[in-house]
């Protein structure tokens, strides 16, 4: 058969494409790519309430910024009420008590899913004192709806 050039050009082109994109996946697969959207760490979720980690749950400031420890259950979060400085790095830890949870701070960047038998953690900055509502933005049953906190930002620190 005989081939015009451009032709073969098109197909030998392609073809290296292909093995591209199948070489992007198995790299991807093998250098640890699937994980939880976290750091990956790992709890009893019967056990949440005792955990060491968790028995102790609010703000803890220090000179370099605040970690808040939460537990989200049906149909809240504990505690209710966060209190941070702005322009200050905040690390949140989650875990859940129960199902699949989200935690979201609207009109931030903080987000993250709450999976049981993980703790989530994500560390942000908050420059604009105020109030911000948080919400539950997985379905986790019929008062999902209900499910919310408050965060207090406090301080002139903006920038
Ligand atoms: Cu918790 Cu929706």
Redesign the pocket.
Known sequence: MNVPFYEKLWMWASGVLIVAFVVTIVAGLAGSALQPPSHVETIDPTKVWNDPRFKQRGVTTTDHGATVVLI?????FQPAEIRVSAGKPVTFRLT?AD????FSIVGTNGNTM?VPGYVSQFTTVFRTPGEYLI???????L???L?SAKLIVEGGAQR
């Open positions: 989200a259950m049906m149909f809240a859940s199902v699949i949870h989200g709450v919400v539950c933005n997985e379905y986790c049953g008062s999902h709806h499910m």
